[in-house]
């Protein structure tokens, strides 16, 4: 049987894929290329994954754009340029869709799509896969490719339904433009995406209040455009490029210094803050001092200097100061890279709420009381982030052997195996799952390696008469200690934030993401691959 259109009559194939945006859209190609019978469902219009939905102003890359992009074509790569070094969203979704065309990749999807049911029987040993079109998919092989960040999450304020003006989330942007030189808009969040957007539509807006709860360490991103003379380079060193990200920590250009911050004199420190500072990017935050994640005396030091770098550029005190983070660790949650964000506040028309002194207490007909006063809005707009990680699969009812559901054995925290596979859910992966490198990772570096374990792994058991393969409890429980155990010497489970699942009320506290890095990450697995997958329990 051939891949292709005509498998979309097909209701049993050998793979389906849920999801398509970086992960998804490989895997196609991956599959294509291996000649498996394959379904992909998209619960978008279209394709793009993050890139799709998150169509806020303001939205862009904060990974280097180069360092971002597919690695698996030459061709691809010559023929595509980026035009900036961050690239901005829409420059980002044609590069996807451009890629889709080239590698006549969009046919094999089937959009508006949302997968509701996954359910393993062991007496077919297959998946039966149902979609909110009640349409039922029979596959030997199911990989979620549903993404790290897709789950947007809107906190219960009490009387949210009653406010009459227009609201969305930032990942439900609309699609056509929108006009807000004269409205009254409130926003709420201050995280990466608050950050981009709040630093754009200040630009030309009647007035915009934002409501924040914590502030941020953000740091210059240092955008600009790439001129010929850097594209050429760039193009020439790709390779040397997808080496180096794939030789550190997060899979950036950007890595840690193997010095001690406590090692070098306080002038060569300075100095170094000051490079690091100018650097383009996350450099400051992945490529500073070995020890600022591990020490917190050592982050103490750096969290310091970019308290003073945000208090210089606010020119009102208070608003400074309520800018100005102290409760937690540099670093520790995800820095938000900005483009002139702080100066938005030095602006007549933009307001800080500060929701620790006076908290909403509901949303009205006209907009947000808090325990101060009430504001109008003609917009609000919830920046308030995503049910990271877990959040996508959680939605969808995935059950395993002997019935058991996913969502109930992740209760108290996830439990994987290289974060690719789960106990009890046999021939099922996961592309950007928990305590898997992607999901504290320059994403499409991590994406990759994953798609191409996890197709190579399909191609053995075929190629080998397998037609099973299942995490084994042992190799689990090892996994997640050992993710949990890292995790523990760093500054990040200090935090609350969506790295350890303390964004969502009542969601475990627990690390979801791999903080060993990409190399260690990568010779786990391909230790696995190259033992021939024996330490799964293959039938
Ligand atoms: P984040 O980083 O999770 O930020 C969400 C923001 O929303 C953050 O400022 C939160 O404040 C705020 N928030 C969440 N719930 C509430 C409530 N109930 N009241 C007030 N404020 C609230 O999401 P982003 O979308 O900005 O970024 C996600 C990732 O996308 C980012 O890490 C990049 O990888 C790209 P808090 O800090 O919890 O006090």
Redesign the pocket.
Known sequence: MEYGLREKTNVSVDVIIIGAGIAGLYLVQRLKKMGSTFRVFEAGKDLGGTWFWNRYPGARF?SESYSYGYSWSKELLDEWEWSEHFAGQPETLKYLNYVAEKFELREHITFNSRVTHCHYSEAENRWVVKTNNSEETFAQFVIFATGV?SEP?I?D?KGRDLYKGLSWH?SNWPHSPVDLCNKKVGI????????QLITEISKNIGSLTV????P?YCKPLRNSPIKPEEQAQIKSEYQNIFDRCNSTAGGFIHDFDSRSIFEVSRVERDDFFDKKWREKGFGFWLGNFSDIMTDMKANQVVAEFVREKIRARIKDRGVASLLTPTDHPFGS??V?LESGYYESYNRKNVELVD?KKYP?QEFTNEGILTSQKEYEFDLIIF????D?VTGAMDKIDIRGVHNKSLKEKWQDGPRTFLGLTTAGFPNMFITGGPHNAASFCNVPRCLEYNVEWITDCILFLKENGYSKLDATADAESEWTKGVLEAAGDTLFTDA???FMGS?IPNKKRVFLNYISGIPTFQSECNKVASEKYRIFNLS
């Open positions: 904060d960040l999450y906190p304020f930032t709420i969040g201050t995280g990466a995406t608050g950050v409501f924040q709860r914590t941020n949650k995800r938000p929701l909403i920046a308030t982030g995503f990271a609350k934030s969506w964004n």
